[in-house]
């Protein structure tokens, strides 16, 4: 799915209210995703979605589990690049 952006551009997200809120979701959820990358581990898949749900009420149920895998992605490239 494309969309002409407001630049001129395409926008390919799919998800732009995701793409709105990433931001702060990130700042909310860092701090889980780090602790369990400390240990090697990573967060279980209920403590985030319970943790953006309540920082995200609004937010549809279905679109929790596409901000999870996007936030989780995103922590570890940055994760990996830092060590490097």
Same mark, same amino acid.
């Given at each position: 799915? +494309?969309? %002409? !952006?407001? *630049? $001129?551009?395409?926008?390919? =997200?799919?998800?732009?209210?995701?793409?709105?809120? @990433?931001?702060? /979701?990130? =700042?909310? /959820? !860092?701090?889980?995703? &780090?602790?369990?990358?400390?240990?090697? $581990?990573?967060?279980s898949? +209920?403590?985030?979605?319970?943790?953006?749900? *309540? /920082? @995200?009420?609004?937010?549809?149920?279905?679109?929790l589990p596409? #901000?999870? &895998?996007? #936030?989780?992605?995103? @922590?570890?490239?940055?994760?990996? !690049?830092? =060590? %490097?």
């Amino acid at each position: 799915m +494309s969309v %002409q !952006s407001g *630049n $001129g551009g395409v926008e390919r =997200r799919k998800y732009p209210h995701i793409r709105d809120i @990433f931001d702060d /979701a990130y =700042r909310i /959820a !860092s701090p889980l995703l &780090a602790t369990h990358g400390e240990g090697g $581990g990573t967060p279980s898949r +209920s403590m985030l979605h319970q943790t953006l749900h *309540n /920082a @995200f009420p609004d937010l549809h149920k279905q679109d929790l589990p596409i #901000l999870i &895998a996007s #936030l989780t992605r995103v @922590f570890r490239e940055q994760d990996k !690049s830092s =060590r %490097q």
